[in-house]
């Protein structure tokens, strides 16, 4: 990567995500580049993320995402922005989605690739097994279409519940962004506290994460706990439906860092976030102890929700426009392009 930059002039140095082993390597390359360089010389990393609001966006920024993203300021920075009046909206976008076509010969052959590039299972390093999971995934969202229905209907009838969106087991936001190892400790921390103190005419309703449905399944530890605590009738587990009307219903939202919290405080619902995330402000999301927050959730602050929604979408997107250089270099594991 060094000779590529240096032979070829790079000046900036694109990746998506931030933890895997090639791209660490190409950060902190160019960190000990910069250095040693006086600053016209120096050049810059960008780091793709899905999209922190979605959907219709993607977002980028320089050398870190999510946990250790760029965005993580004092609220006394995102207070003392302008007031806003209109948050900016994506176009949307309708057609096929080519993406999909795309996908399913590329995992194919990357799950019988043999190239390292971070320890421990993640979807980026496919194993042949994962196509497995791929399938059973496919199955089991048409099984659930009709098994579940029944919960859906529960949740959209009147009783007050609290959203639980379960993450990816192996996501880098989990490992690198919580102290949980995995779903299994932050279903059963949040089963025992809402035992202990969640209201008794309130439901506690797991969603099931939409990439994760092949690969995980929490029911019957989720019900274990659910008997052991004495509330197994107020306590669901469910794997898809509509995302908006759900968290418009929703009395309040509790997650490790997930950016449906993002999207639970644009409906306006109160959120409680238990890892690490650049959201997790003060007047944004509940910062009282789990226990208080199931008797009493705390709303966001809207006139400050604005100003953090609207810079979220504007610092990242203008990023992307910025880059006037005529030498670049994309990375993806251990793939480089440049552009001429």
């Not at 920075?77 to 309708?94: G, H, M, N, S, W």
């Amino acid at each position: 990567l060094q000779e590529e930059i240096t032979s070829k002039g790079i000046r900036h140095v694109f990746m998506y995500g931030d933890f895997i082993e090639p791209h660490r390597i190409a950060i902190e390359l160019v960190r000990e580049r910069n250095r040693r360089l006086p600053s016209g010389a120096r050049i810059d990393a960008w780091v793709f993320e899905l999209g922190y609001v979605r959907p219709n966006y993607v977002s980028l920024e320089r050398e870190r995402v999510n946990a250790r993203s760029g965005l993580n300021l004092p609220v006394e920075f995102y207070q003392a922005l302008p007031p806003v009046d209109t948050i900016p909206k994506a176009q949307r976008e309708t057609g096929i989605r080519w993406r999909k076509w795309w996908k399913t010969p590329t995992f194919i052959q990357h799950a019988f690739t043999r190239y390292p590039i971070i320890e421990g299972p993640h979807k980026l390093q496919p194993q042949p097994s994962y196509l497995l999971a791929q399938i059973r995934g496919l199955a089991r969202k048409h099984l659930y279409w009709v098994s579940e229905r029944h919960i859906l209907q529960r949740m959209a009838g009147g009783e007050p519940y609290v959203l639980v969106p379960l993450q990816v087991s192996s996501d880098s936001q989990i490992s690198l962004g919580s102290h949980y190892q995995g779903m299994e400790p932050f279903i059963e921390e949040l089963i025992r506290s809402f035992a202990q103190h969640g209201p008794s005419d309130t439901l506690l309703a797991f969603k099931h994460h939409p990439r994760d449905r092949g690969y995980n399944h929490y029911g019957r530890l989720i019900r274990r706990l659910a008997q052991a605590h004495g509330i197994a009738d107020r306590v669901l587990y469910f794997h898809d439906g509509p995302l908006g009307p759900i968290l418009k219903r929703a009395r309040a939202i509790v997650t490790i860092n997930s950016t449906v919290g993002l999207q639970a405080l644009y409906h306006g619902r109160p959120t409680k976030v238990l890892g690490r995330t650049f959201y997790n402000l003060p007047s944004l999301c509940d910062q009282q102890p789990l226990e208080a927050f199931w008797q009493a959730p705390e709303d966001s602050d809207r006139a400050l929700f604005w100003r953090f929604y609207t810079h979220l979408i504007e610092t990242t997107d203008r990023k992307s426009t910025r880059l006037n250089s005529s030498h670049t270099v994309i990375s993806y594991a251990v793939f480089c392009l440049k552009k001429k």
